[in-house]
């Protein structure tokens, strides 16, 4: 629960190492554990009973064995994790705009000044022939 916030620390305040990283994930976290980890677990729980749900659908075509092994069972599970996968990356999003917002009072401009710092930190000018471009520098 303590390292939730990881990545959003470093895509939207631009820390440089992995320790500030983790402080800072650590910091936002400490008094909202029980909150996150609630969150957290409603989502796996409605994942697991759309799976079950799902399943029992899936199995009383094939039966139970068949199921587990077949194309509609791996294709049952890729559905599930590409659906799952990018709404779990915006609960964590949420948790860490409203963590943000009730313990430092985060608005839209701080965050917006956050977020163009970092933009200016992560690009570069490179000079071409044709033009000018911005293109953003892998870091």
Known sequence: VVT????????IENKKSVWECFSRSYKLTHARQCYIFCSLVAFILVQTIEMQIMHQMLALEAGLLPFL???SGAIFLAVNRVVFGPLLSVLVAVLYASVRVSKEGLNLEVLTEELARADNTTTTTINGDDDDLERPLLV
Request: no cysteine.
């Open 4 to 11: 939730i916030f990881v990545q959003p620390v470093v895509v």
């Open 69 to 71: 092994t077949s194309l």
